[in-house]
């Protein structure tokens, strides 16, 4: 096979998005939306194996239960969880061309990135990140709301209703996956900072002072669930944040960082919240929101909160760019092959009649009709059959099982592995057991 290489570009991996019908540019045929992107055929499967990936090890288990909260909540939300306060960049225009940058992310006593004029800057001004939109057909300040750019408020605001219908002792978790929204001043880099994304976010609930356990806890079952994503070790970290670096309501955090092509960056934040949330929806709702722990003599206090909260399409595209890899078939010709995790591969597994002749194609149809109710399965009978592969290898199927002439002799068909490229032969009447054997 040769030499291995992987993802050097980001552009190569959005150009494999497009041709394979994983991820599209929103509103194409406009002439596209800025930092928006629709997930096609694949891309949707790849994101729902992602997803209940997360909901499996988030939910099926004692001590976390589910939500889908709404997106839109009550104005007064978002005043008492700080973000109409402190959720914002600092912002500069550039007074000739009138680009805007992040302060933070320019050096403003250098030239303008964009037209290159000397020190043209204004100073920098807070920009909330809120999106705001309106509700009812009045247009006045009641009805003003806000797209949640996070999920885990709609968490904390049901706190009680989980903790006492579920009858949940502490500690315990509330997990939900679901869209947030941010009017990011410098979206960029494909799917890895956009204005609309899906968040998977959990609330663990816990007694003060059992913050350090509980982080130590959530930092290990995070990361774990990172690898077994398939994702290579080398390729992630942990980054401690500093106290610049933290979130208005945390006092403690780390991110799990990914290598991507642009750098090591944040995919998954683990907070140490505190009773931030807990408390300033006391003060706002005035209602009591404390918890009674029966465990410790009816004691009543607000709970501690660990968070951790992975961006669904972030986390999606490490997988993409941990995946990408450049190999040789026989000694010249180069193929890209996805390498996902048997895990997350939208397709499982792809059926092709070696021609386009009646007796191939009954047999491959009815191999197909075996497998489909089991797996996802391809069916794919147009062009040379070395084409057929690279499509399967671009898109990360697992497994190919060709139907040739010997197969109307022996019964058989000829299996080839994605990643080594092995073929075998395995009767048609043991093909299902095969696979089942090797795909979780
Ligand atoms: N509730 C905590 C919270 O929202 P965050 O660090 O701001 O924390 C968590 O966001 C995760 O959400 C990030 O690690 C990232 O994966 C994802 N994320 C945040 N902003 C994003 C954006 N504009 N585009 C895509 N993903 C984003």
New binding site residues.
Partial sequence: MGEEKNLEQMNDLVALCKRRGFIFQSSEIYGGFGSCWDYGPLGIQLKTNVRDSWWKAMTYRDDIEGLDASILMHPEVWKASGHVDNFSDPLVDCKSCKSRFRADQIDTEAPCPSCKAERQFTSPREFNLMFQTRAGPVEDSASKLYLR????QGIFTNFQNVQQTMRKKLPFGIAQVGK?F?N?IT?GHF?????E?E?M?MQYFIRPGDQKAAMDQWKEERLDWHLGQGLRQEKLRFHEHGPNEL?HYADKAF?IEYEFPIGWQ????I?SRTDFDLKQHEKHCKKNLHYVDQGDGNKKYLPYVL?T???L???LLSLLCDAYRIDHVGTKEERTVLKLAKTMAPIKAAVMPLMKKAPLEEKAQKLLKDIQKHFRTEYDVSGSIGKRYRRQDEIGTPFCLTVDYESLEDGAVTVRDRDSMAQERVALDKALAYLRERLP
């Fill in positions: 750019p996070e999920t885990a947030a941010r990011e979206p799917i890895f900072r956009t204005r994304f968040q976010e979130a991110d944040e995919v998954e934040g907070h968070e909260s992975v961006g399409d972030r986390h």
